[in-house]
């Protein structure tokens, strides 16, 4: 893993290298970039993948104190993570955090050529169903969240409705969980900075607010959803895709949220198509 020392402090990304079209992957609440294993082993033989470790919560390294880690000031650390490396003309591919829709809100796209946006949060669904209400409601609990990674050692009930039962139809391997649930078991200032994301999500008319604002991003948008997905309405897909001028959207079947577990071939498939379609000059399909 490399790191980049960004303002909020040291972030662990991996970056496959090469000269292809750059792909920078974000990754939901309480996981690291591991969660985009599978389709980065397929696509980096032809893309520049870029994978940062985002402060979710599966981070290793504790922020500084000052730093602002509400959903905005994630949204806008991730453009500084772009800016840091110089990626530009970069395609954002993101699944279950709604970051990349918060940065077109708030005008921090300029290095972004395109957006995937596969089973994420959107319009005022922060964070996410059951699972985000109790994330939100152990931030509030003093101890709640100390609580919360206890419970989570026992791999039993990952599977509950209320943790990551309703994530992924396939549970997510025993050693990538403990890796994404490890810090946070450990470390209180780790807990202290999902607190502060968990708690910062801003009243339902901002987030219509920002929603409405995605609109003027004329950029090629692919939109994938997952058709069994618990935690993202199924009229979100539709109705996210509608929002761009040049969105599009793909149903894929037998998936939960984590579509890059469920169905990872299906969702590089769908990248792969979307990204020859839209450059310009298209990466050919191996074989």
Same mark, same amino acid.
């Given at each position: 893993?490399?790191?980049?020392?960004?303002?909020?402090?040291?972030?662990?990304?991996?970056?496959?290298? +090469?000269?292809?079209?750059?792909? !920078?992957?974000?990754?939901?609440?309480?996981?690291?970039?591991?969660?985009? *294993?599978? =389709?980065?082993?397929?696509?980096?033989?032809?893309?520049?993948? !870029?994978?940062?470790?985002?402060?979710?919560?599966?981070? *290793?390294?504790?922020?500084?104190?000052?730093?602002?880690?509400?959903?905005? +000031?994630? $949204?806008?650390?991730?453009?500084?993570?772009?800016?840091?490396?110089?990626?530009?003309?970069? %395609?954002?591919?993101?699944?279950?955090?709604?970051?990349?829709? =918060?940065?077109?809100?708030?005008? *921090?796209?300029?290095?972004? $050529?395109?957006?995937?946006?596969?089973?994420?949060?959107?319009?005022?669904?922060?964070?996410?169903?059951?699972?985000?209400?109790?994330?939100?409601?152990?931030?509030?609990?003093? +101890?709640?969240?100390? $609580? %919360?990674?206890?419970?989570?050692?026992?791999?039993?009930?990952?599977?509950?409705?209320?943790?990551?039962?309703?994530?992924?139809?396939?549970? =997510?391997?025993?050693?990538?969980?403990?890796?994404?649930? $490890?810090?946070?078991?450990? @470390?209180?200032?780790?807990?202290?900075?999902?607190?502060?994301?968990?708690?910062?999500?801003?009243?339902?008319?901002?987030?219509?607010?920002?929603?409405?604002?995605?609109?003027?991003?004329? /950029?090629? =948008?692919?939109?994938?959803?997952?058709?069994?997905?618990?935690?993202?309405?199924?009229?979100?897909?539709?109705?996210?895709?509608?929002?761009?001028?040049?969105? /599009?959207?793909?149903?894929?079947?037998?998936?939960?949220?984590?579509?890059?577990?469920? @169905?990872?071939?299906?969702? !590089?498939?769908?990248?792969?198509?979307?990204?020859? @379609?839209?450059?310009?000059?298209?990466?050919?399909?191996? +074989?």
């Amino acid at each position: 893993m490399a790191e980049v020392e960004l303002s909020a402090g040291t972030i662990e990304y991996q970056d496959t290298g +090469g000269p292809g079209p750059v792909l !920078v992957f974000l990754h939901g609440v309480m996981m690291t970039g591991s969660a985009w *294993r599978h =389709v980065v082993a397929e696509l980096a033989p032809d893309f520049r993948c !870029v994978v940062p470790t985002l402060p979710l919560g599966g981070h *290793r390294q504790p922020m500084r104190p000052d730093a602002d880690l509400s959903l905005a +000031g994630l $949204a806008v650390l991730v453009d500084e993570f772009l800016e840091r490396l110089d990626l530009r003309e970069v %395609t954002l591919v993101q699944n279950d955090w709604g970051g990349a829709q =918060v940065m077109v809100a708030l005008g *921090r796209d300029e290095r972004i $050529a395109r957006l995937a946006l596969v089973a994420c949060e959107a319009f005022d669904n922060y964070p996410p169903g059951v699972p985000g209400r109790v994330l939100q409601l152990a931030a509030r609990v003093p +101890g709640g969240l100390a $609580a %919360t990674m206890r419970l989570l050692r026992f791999r039993s009930l990952r599977r509950a409705p209320g943790a990551w039962g309703w994530m992924s139809k396939r549970p =997510v391997p025993a050693e990538v969980m403990d890796e994404w649930f $490890a810090a946070a078991t450990h @470390q209180p200032a780790i807990r202290a900075d999902l607190a502060s994301y968990a708690l910062s999500v801003p009243p339902r008319e901002v987030l219509h607010e920002w929603a409405e604002r995605n609109r003027r991003f004329d /950029r090629p =948008v692919l939109v994938v959803w997952a058709a069994e997905d618990r935690l993202m309405p199924a009229e979100h897909g539709a109705r996210l895709a509608a929002s761009y001028p040049r969105g /599009r959207l793909v149903t894929v079947a037998d998936s939960y949220t984590l579509v890059a577990e469920d @169905q990872p071939a299906k969702l !590089v498939s769908a990248l792969r198509e979307f990204l020859g @379609q839209t450059a310009k000059h298209p990466t050919p399909h191996p +074989g």
